[in-house]
């Protein structure tokens, strides 16, 4: 049986990149990456399009996912400061892992979260390392709909006590939103001509990912996430004192 957390973890990626906050944004983004418009992308050198798009898209990613990755690994050494207060910080963080579900379902407004806090930038540094600085700002800076889910992972990285679960946990979670973005950013033309679609799905999506946040943040606040790992083989099994998942 595979890790429950793990799963969990690349499907929070998925539903972050499919949330109204990044979906309808990614054509701009992989444009502004990497310094194609629209029409060269349908009518430009495709050889030249397909190679700066694959290492500027990779730029972007590897640039949001170091914050992602640091932002686990920073939980973690705090939640091994905090190991002693297991079954508090459990209780705490189920009922807002809970919150932000219902949050992210839109059955109430949490104003902060709502804001807008994306870092604009007006001109994108030159070359692939520009790309990579335009992750940094995404992954520092988009609270809006990405911030619940990526919390709510966080809360359970820190659980682990555990800088290297929490690193494993947190690259899951950018593979979740990385692969997508890589994908979309190969078929732009494709995506774009599909999008109207496509947007008909993103309600259903976010009302999934608020479901599977309060599956978890129930699961967490009763402990029973540790009943489920333990039906795991004995190397995934829950161990008193390290967290819920490692």
């Known amino acids: 049986m595979a890790d ?24 701009s983004y992989v444009s502004f990456i990497t310094g194609i418009s629209f029409d060269d992308f349908k009518g430009g050198d495709k050889a030249h399009i397909r190679k700066t798009t694959i290492i500027s898209s990779l730029s972007f990613i590897a640039g949001f996912s170091l914050v992602f990755i640091l932002l686990g690994v920073f939980s973690s050494f ?3 400061i905090l190991i002693a207060y297991y079954d508090e910080i459990r209780i705490i963080g ?77 690259v899951i979670y950018s593979a979740g939103l990385g692969i997508p973005f890589f994908l979309t950013s190969l078929l732009i033309n494709t995506f774009l001509s599909h999008f109207s679609a496509i947007k008909k799905f993103i309600r259903p999506v976010m009302i999934l990912s608020g479901l599977l946040l309060i599956t978890f943040g129930v699961l967490f606040l009763t402990d029973s996430l540790t009943f489920l790992v333990t039906l795991a083989p004995e190397s995934l099994e829950f161990q008193p004192g390290k967290g819920i998942c490692n």
């Open 94 to 170: 189920g009922t807002i892992i809970i919150l932000l579900g219902l949050y992210v379902m839109g059955v109430f407004k949490i104003r902060f979260l709502s804001m807008e806090k994306r870092i604009h930038l007006k001109s994108k540094p030159r070359g692939f390392i520009g790309s990579f600085i335009v992750g940094l700002t995404f992954a520092a800076g988009w609270t809006p709909c990405i911030g619940p889910i990526l919390g709510s992972i966080l809360f359970i990285a820190g659980s682990s006590g555990s800088a290297f679960y929490g690193f494993k946990l947190l």
């Open 78 to 80: 705090v939640g091994r």
């Open 4 to 27: 429950i957390c793990f799963m969990g973890a690349f499907l929070g990626g998925l539903f972050s990149f499919l949330s109204p906050c990044v979906l309808p944004l990614i054509p």
